[in-house]
């Protein structure tokens, strides 16, 4: 079984940064992609980035710029940069890891930001 361990999350306000990370654990080998998705109260839950294990990144079109999302193989741990933080990117950031034959979650981060 696969446990996705995230961090980083918090309260920023406008204009700062945070970085969330997550881990990857239980398998021998990377997940194809890994990514963050998230979630703000009443709404659905949205793409924010994904990372292939070789390949190019995807970006919700209304963060590129400010997000930028990394890979380190070696430790199977994705990480999301998030600068110029708004109040509307307050959140519950997940993070999301697909293998050839599953698709896994972990429990999310909260990500709050004051105006």
């Known amino acids: 079984q696969v446990q996705l361990v995230e961090s980083g999350g918090g309260l920023a306000q406008a204009g700062g940064s945070l970085r969330l990370s997550c881990a990857a654990s239980g398998r021998l080998y990377s997940p194809n992609d890994m990514g963050w998705y998230r979630q703000a109260p009443g709404k659905q839950r949205e793409l924010v980035a994904t990372i292939p294990s070789s390949g190019d990144t995807v970006y919700a079109d209304s963060l590129k710029g400010r997000f930028c999302i990394s890979r380190d193989n070696a430790k199977n741990t994705v990480y999301l940069q998030m600068n110029s933080l708004k109040p509307e990117d307050t959140a519950v950031y997940y993070c999301?890891?697909?293998?050839?034959?599953?698709?896994?979650w972990g429990q999310g981060t909260q990500v709050t930001v004051s105006s």
């Open positions: 999301n890891a697909r293998y050839w034959d599953a698709n896994y």
